[in-house]
Each structure stands twice: as structure tokens, then as C-alpha cells.
């Protein structure tokens, strides 16, 4: 990704009695917008894209300014370099894929498109019509169709929402491929916090057309405020890197960490290879804290961290522990719990880990 790029956004946008307001500026590589049905989200994409036009502001992407109503500008969506992907693809019926992935394409040999059909395994579906391919597949071409245009900034609309898990999960997998392999920045909007924890670098939350808040997911949906949601929607609310250090018939053994050097974990019925990196999640309802080593348990990892935090969220505590200096875990505990065990920042525990909880994205 250019090292320059720069995504300012000032803008007022009044839709009936809903008024979206944003004042931020991003240089982050994957920048996700969460919030609830009606926050803002599609309008702040929308009107990035040039699909609407706010009532007042300013919107620069690098150099290049696409709206700037005092000066009386507002570039269309062609001429902003986007590549835009809606939430249901918008494919175009009697086309065949491949006519679909150049729609848009001004010159086809200058296209990257042999790249794009690599990465996101299209090859054997490019004579195939959209009613002959699946959900799954449908939206790998639309996500295809907006790279072919080499676009400087790619924008996601719930781009998982219409999938079921299977196939969520699948093209969960593509999406990381476009993230780890096509240097272009992304925003992408979710009302799903574990796509977010899991595609992006940053994220904003909105709420009632207005910004609640923004940061890294990990710390983000780890606060009082927005864990709840994490919990329903999301489901794993810890999301770990880490890297393949011993594999067996049965499954494997990882170690944690952007640098795979951390504390080691279990995991059964993955099947990888040696060094290969992965992401591995874990609800905060399948952990467990131990003041001390407990060695006899069927739950067979356990790593040492420090408590760093607790938060009353309703009935529960969320306790976030510190496990190395870049990672952290969220342990949701009754505080019953927490008062038998004489929880309290700065206490040293173990954190124990069913292998079989685990979910592993490759």
C-alpha cells in the first residue's frame, strides 16, 4: 500500500430526521465501520463511493479531492478510482463471469484480471452464467470485478451479511487473501465484530449517525461499551495470530503471537503445516482463569498472564488479561466467581483453554 495514502473524511449527510456527521481522518491499511442497523454505516460508504451526495463537507482520498461543497466539487464514482462491492453483489444475469469481472475494465490487457482469478480461485467458473455458481461464489466474482479495475481504495459492504456461516467462513478466507496479498486499502462495513477483529486494522464504531468511538478491534470490542454486541453478533470475541510449530494426525500444536513466539496452545482436528500462519479464535465463555497451575484438567492449555482489568457488564465481569506484551485474552466470568477468587488488577493467573474451542482460519 502507498505509504502516503491518506483517507480524510469531513461531511454532513441529512436523510429525513437521520443526520450523519463525520469529522476523521484514516492512513490505515483496512479501516472497518461497525454499528447497529441505522447507525450510518452504508451512507458513510455510500458517500465515499459517490453514490450520495453529502450536504456538506469534504472527502480527499491522497492528493485527489472527490467532494468539496464549498468549491462546488463532486466527482462521480467513475472518475474516484473505487472499487465498490454492495452487500448482494449486483451481478449482471446474462452475462457470463468473465463478462462480469471486466465490466468496468477500460482496457483488458492493462487489467489484472488473470491475478485476480488466481487469488480468489475463479479460473473454472469464468464461462459460467450467475445462476449457475453459488452465494459463495457470486461474491468472490463481485469482489473480483472491483479489483479488476485496480482501484485505489476498495470499500466492502457487509460483503459476508447474505452468506451462512460455511459459507461466510470461506470467503472470510478470500477476503484475507485480498488483504495480505493485493496492496490496496480497504474500508469495510460490518455489523459483525468478529469480521472486523479479524479483516481490520482499525475500526470506528458509529451510533445515531455519529462516531462513539475508534481503535484497534481487539481493544474496541473489548470495552464495557461494545462487548455485548461483540458477544451476540460476533461469538469469538479473542482473535489470536499465531504460527504452526508441530503437527500429528490429530491436530496441532501453535504458538501465539504476530511473531508466532508465544505461549504455545493445542489444537485438535486442524490439520497444517509447519510454520504456516494462521488466526485462531475463542468465545470468552470457553475460557477459564485458575489463581494457580492446575495440571490435572482435561482442559489441557494453560498460559500464564496478569489480570489487567475488570469490567461489570450487567450480571457478568469481563476481565481482560495481559498473556505477553502484545497479547491479550477476554474471559467473561460471574462476578460471584470473581469474588471467590479475589480477582484484582495486577493478580497473576493462568488462562485454561479447551483445545477442542478452538476455531482456526487459515
Not at 136 to 156: F, M, S, Y
Not at 330 to 353: H, K, N, S
Request: charged residues 25%; negative net charge.
Amino acid at each position: 500500500m502507498n505509504r502516503d495514502f491518506k483517507l480524510s473524511m469531513r461531511m454532513t449527510l441529512k436523510q429525513g430526521g437521520f443526520t450523519l456527521e463525520v469529522d476523521t481522518t484514516s492512513q490505515t491499511r483496512v479501516l472497518g465501520l461497525y454499528g447497529p442497523s441505522g447507525s450510518g454505516k452504508t451512507s458513510w460508504l455510500e458517500s465515499l463511493a459517490g453514490l450520495r451526495r453529502p450536504d456538506q463537507g469534504r472527502i480527499s482520498c491522497g492528493d485527489a479531492v472527490w467532494l468539496d461543497t464549498d468549491q462546488g466539487i463532486c466527482l462521480p464514482p467513475d472518475k474516484r478510482g473505487i472499487g465498490y462491492v454492495p452487500q448482494d453483489g449486483l451481478l449482471f444475469p446474462h452475462w457470463s463471469i468473465r463478462q462480469n469481472l471486466l465490466a468496468g475494465v477500460a482496457s483488458p490487457g492493462e487489467s489484472p484480471f488473470d491475478e485476480v482469478c488466481r487469488v480468489l480461485e475463479l479460473e473454472e467458473l469464468l464461462d459460467r452464467r450467475p445462476d449457475q455458481v453459488s452465494g459463495g461464489q457470486k461474491q468472490r466474482v463481485a469482489l473480483g470485478r472491483a479489483l479488476c479495475i485496480q482501484p485505489k481504495l476498495l470499500l466492502l459492504d457487509e460483503p459476508l451479511s447474505a452468506l451462512d456461516v460455511a459459507l461466510r467462513n470461506r470467503v472470510l478466507t478470500y477476503l484475507l487473501r485480498i488483504r495480505d496479498y493485493v496492496e490496496i486499502p480497504m474500508v469495510v462495513v460490518s455489523h459483525n465484530p468478529f469480521e472486523l477483529m479479524t479483516l481490520c486494522d482499525e475500526v470506528i464504531a458509529l451510533g445515531a449517525g455519529r462516531v462513539l468511538d475508534r481503535g484497534a478491534p481487539s481493544v474496541l470490542f473489548s470495552q464495557a461499551a461494545f462487548f455485548p454486541y461483540a458477544s451476540q453478533e460476533g461469538g469469538l470475541e479473542n482473535l489470536w495470530q499465531a504460527r504452526v510449530v508441530e503437527c500429528d494426525p490429530h491436530g496441532a500444536k501453535i504458538r501465539l503471537g504476530e511473531e508466532g513466539r508465544g505461549a504455545s496452545l493445542r489444537v485438535n482436528g486442524f490439520q497444517g503445516e509447519i510454520n504456516q500462519r494462521i488466526r485462531v479464535g475463542i468465545s470468552s465463555r470457553e475460557l477459564m482463569i485458575a489463581t494457580e497451575d492446575v495440571p490435572h484438567l482435561s482442559a489441557r492449555n494453560r498460559i500464564p498472564g496478569q489480570i489487567e482489568r475488570l469490567q461489570q457488564i450487567g450480571n457478568e465481569t469481563l476481565v481482560t488479561l495481559t498473556l505477553a506484551p502484545d497479547l491479550s485474552a477476554v474471559v467473561e466470568l460471574t462476578q460471584e466467581a470473581v469474588r471467590d477468587l479475589q480477582m484484582a488488577p495486577g493478580l497473576e493467573v493462568f488462562l485454561l483453554c479447551k483445545s477442542t474451542a478452538l476455531v482456526v482460519w487459515d
